[in-house]
């Protein structure tokens, strides 16, 4: 085998990957303390999508801008979170040898308020895990959300890989649900042989189809009150904690202090290239550490991974609150664009994810977000610039746009002149064809 040409284009491709990041995070990273307060039939295409944030030159010879709001999983970690990952120390962590996720699992459990976490590859690894210990038998049953990311985006794996059956209670607009209604699906018939047994509830915060609403803590309350008195355990779904703690402007630790589990992801908004954190209870973490093993989740030298996870947790948190500002500000423009056209709740707006709904039969979710996505020259004569943004068709005739550390301010102001730009053509040619 010929390695030095294989040498030398490994080489070239790592060159041109850290210029890349360079140039899209600016060759720097602010340092935060975690206390500091597509056509019709190709939007699975379109929404995997390969991107770039910097400018690049369009084939028509004009340069061209993209804004990618498509989620937050499209972070990219930046030259001190890379740096780290270099220098990590490692071991062997099914041995429990790694020094440095032992370290990141220390320090998440005292920002959770728990006993212990665990580190995992996926908060869809995570959530399985924290169902597969409190559903200590097959045939257990799950009270969640009809909405919930668990339920919806998660492969049901709950029943898949566990023998977990679920039952559903309807999402409100704020991620809450009732609970008189999460009360009568609680079964009473146990150990009959006709029923499963309740076992578990979870909830999602920030809630990720509800537009990123953060859950009320007297929700939390008034919700761990209820499963205590059927000793039921509750298990969060935080792949979004953090932005839900800076958004109440409490430590997550108050918000945790409701459940019993709760599963936290590292790698959107916080920046880190994989990961999530697990936390619960010192023997629920020992039984997780079987439950990842399992399923394929146990990583040797994975200090690598979780020395990004050590600055996504203590650097990265606080910096969300300019995601949230972002976020509002696109919102207002929306409704200050066409309150015709697109129909939102300012109010619902609470942290980085904008939800919107399209109002005109005549436009689709689709063509919207290939309209939002699509870069001409008579765009850049008119803007001076032309961009693209990149945002994800959603559920119920709806739009979702995801705010990260990838998006600046100047990002967020070029995003709302795509959209005036959009929405008057739109409007030109609705006219012309009316």
């Not at 045939?139 to 039952?167: F, P, R």
């Not at 979004?240 to 402007?249: C, E, K, Q, S, Y």
């Not at 696109?330 to 994810?353: C, G, H, K, M, W």
Request: aromatic share 6%.
């Amino acid at each position: 085998m010929n390695l030095k040409p294989l040498t030398f284009s490994a080489r070239r491709l790592l060159h041109c990957r850290t210029r890349r990041a360079n140039i899209i995070s600016g060759g720097s990273v602010k340092q935060w303390s975690v206390h500091g307060g597509a056509a019709r039939g190709t939007s699975v295409r379109y929404y995997y999508e390969q991107t770039q944030g910097a400018d690049r030159i369009h084939p028509g010879s004009f340069p061209v801008r993209t804004v990618d709001l498509r989620s937050d999983t499209v972070t990219k970690p930046g030259p001190a979170m890379r740096r780290a990952m270099a220098e990590a120390e490692v071991g062997d962590d099914v041995f429990g040898e790694d020094p440095t996720v032992n370290e990141l699992q220390k320090r998440a459990a005292d920002v959770f308020g728990m006993e212990a976490a665990l580190f995992v590859p996926t908060g869809t690894m995570s959530n399985l895990i924290a169902v597969m210990v409190h559903c200590s038998e097959r045939g257990d049953e799950i009270i969640v959300g009809d909405q919930s990311h668990l339920h919806v985006y998660e492969q049901g794996g709950s029943a898949q890989c566990a023998g977990v059956h679920s039952t559903t209670v309807s999402n409100l607009p704020d991620g809450t649900f009732d609970l008189e209604e999460m009360e009568s699906k609680i079964r009473h018939g146990y150990p009959d042989a006709h029923y499963p047994r309740s076992r578990l509830v979870c909830v999602e915060n920030t809630h990720n189809i509800c537009g990123g609403c953060v859950l009320p803590l007297s929700f939390l309350q008034e919700l761990r009150l209820l499963a205590d008195r059927y000793r039921l355990a509750v298990h969060m779904d935080g792949a979004r904690l953090m932005n839900a703690a800076v958004a109440l402007g409490v430590r997550p630790a108050h918000i945790l202090r409701h459940c019993h589990s709760v599963s936290v992801c590292l790698s959107k908004g916080l920046g880190a290239p994989a990961g999530s954190l697990l936390g619960g209870r010192s023997e629920f973490v020992q039984r997780a550490v079987r439950a990842r093993k399992v399923l394929g989740g146990g990583m040797r030298q994975a200090g690598i991974l979780a020395a990004a996870g050590i600055i996504a947790l203590t650097d990265m948190v606080a910096r969300l609150e300019e995601d949230h500002c972002n976020a509002k500000a696109f919102a207002r423009a929306l409704l200050q664009s066409d309150p015709s056209l697109y129909q939102l709740d300012l109010r619902a707006v609470e942290t980085n994810i904008v939800r919107f709904r399209l109002c005109d039969p005549g436009l689709t979710p689709e063509e919207f977000c290939q309209r939002m996505g699509e870069a001409c020259g008579e765009e850049a004569e008119s803007l001076g610039q032309a961009v693209r943004v990149l945002m994800f068709p959603h559920v119920g005739r709806s739009v979702r746009a995801v705010w990260h550390l990838g998006v600046s301010r100047e990002d967020t102001e070029l995003a709302i002149r795509k959209l005036r730009y959009v929405t008057q053509r739109y409007r030109e040619e609705s006219c012309r064809h009316a």
